[in-house]
């Protein structure tokens, strides 16, 4: 095999975090609506939380697709 089909391997492979964070995101989401929709009142306390989880979710995908583009464009 040589270097150029390693690297768009490996930059495909890296891509996979970025699928694994839209999932990520998505449960953060559900899990807060499922929760906010069985107790209402305590919604509101709970909605720093879901942005940090949603802060956290996405900056994994943004570092898996900075690391995708690392492997396919520097290395």
Known sequence: MDLAAAKVIGAGLA???VGAA?????N????FLQ???RNPGAADGQQGR?????AAAELLGLIAFAV???ILYAV
Do not use: E, R
């Open 15 to 17: 891509a996979i975090g």
């Open 22 to 26: 839209a999932a990520g995101v998505g």
């Open 28 to 31: 953060v989401f559900g899990s």
């Open 35 to 37: 929760g906010a929709l």
């Open 50 to 54: 879901l942005f940090i989880g949603f």
């Open 68 to 70: 995708a583009m690392i």
